[in-house]
């Protein structure tokens, strides 16, 4: 076993008991990175930079564990661990353990201190980054995506396709665009929008793969129950699935606004 090895060994073994509070391992000038599936990137420099960035997560969340699952050398100055992520939210009650949250974190280890630490939120993501596998979408994920349109459109959603614990997040022009917590939180919000636009049908232009998660470009038609108006929308939906369910949801206002947003436009 390599010395770096033990060195991060070290760091992690605190982390599965929910103490985050060292950083001797750290290098004065440690670059963090944390990255997310979808909502990209925030990296800082320096100590204080650092325990900022990872103050901001977790204050968000109670009793938070990384339980180490697997650790790689991937050469005499990375380790790549991946982990197992508990805890409960502090606002939505959301237990991390329903989503079945698999990260990793990258340490970069120069002469025995951190100098790069990454954190990833999804494990896959991570091994996309590094060009250890490859990151894209099955067609069974697209398939499940289309049926969901095609079960709305005739008026019988199907909401069984997404996760007991789904996150989703409304599109940021929405009144309450504050993300939704659970499958039935999103199914009040679905349902709501059904009986203002009775009939309404999302025709997918186009379903666009983009690493782990899904994007389906439509065009809302529908008339107001209570105006009578005929309304034509563009909405962008993406979905993160997991085992056949769809884990997570975002709405966008243009093709242009999600494509930049999963890195696929400038």
Do not use: C
Not at 201 to 206: A, G, L, R, S, T
């Amino acid at each position: 076993m390599s010395e770096n090895l033990d060195l991060v060994r070290l760091i992690v073994a605190p982390w599965e008991r929910g103490d985050f509070s060292s950083a001797e391992w750290a290098h004065p000038e440690i670059e963090f990175v944390r990255v997310a599936s979808f909502e990209g990137r925030v990296s800082t420099t320096g100590l204080a930079g650092m325990a900022a960035n990872f103050r901001e997560f977790l204050v968000a969340w109670e009793h938070y564990r990384a339980e180490a699952k697997e650790y790689r050398e991937l050469d005499d100055e990375r380790v790549l661990v991946f982990f197992r992520t508990t805890g409960r939210g502090k606002t939505s009650g959301l237990e991390l353990r329903e989503l079945q949250v698999e990260g990793a974190v990258l340490f970069e280890v120069h002469d025995g201190k951190v100098t790069r630490l990454v954190l990833y939120r999804d494990g896959d993501r991570a091994l996309a980054d590094l060009g250890l596998a490859g990151w894209a979408m099955s067609q069974e994920s697209v398939e499940i995506v289309r049926r969901w349109s095609d079960a709305w459109n005739a008026g019988e959603p199907d909401f069984s396709i997404y996760h007991p614990a789904l996150v989703y997040h409304p599109r940021a022009d929405e009144p309450d665009p504050s993300p939704h917590i659970g499958r039935e939180a999103f199914e009040r919000l679905a349902l709501g929008f059904l009986d203002s636009f009775p009939n309404s049908e999302f025709d997918m232009e186009e379903l666009v793969d983009a690493d782990d998660l899904v994007i389906a470009l439509t065009v809302m038609r529908g008339r107001g129950r209570v105006s009578g108006a005929d309304v034509t929308d563009e909405y962008v939906f993406v979905y993160k699935l997991r085992d056949g369910l769809i884990v997570e949801g975002w709405e966008y206002r243009t093709r242009q606004e999600a494509l930049k947003a999963v890195g696929l436009a400038e």
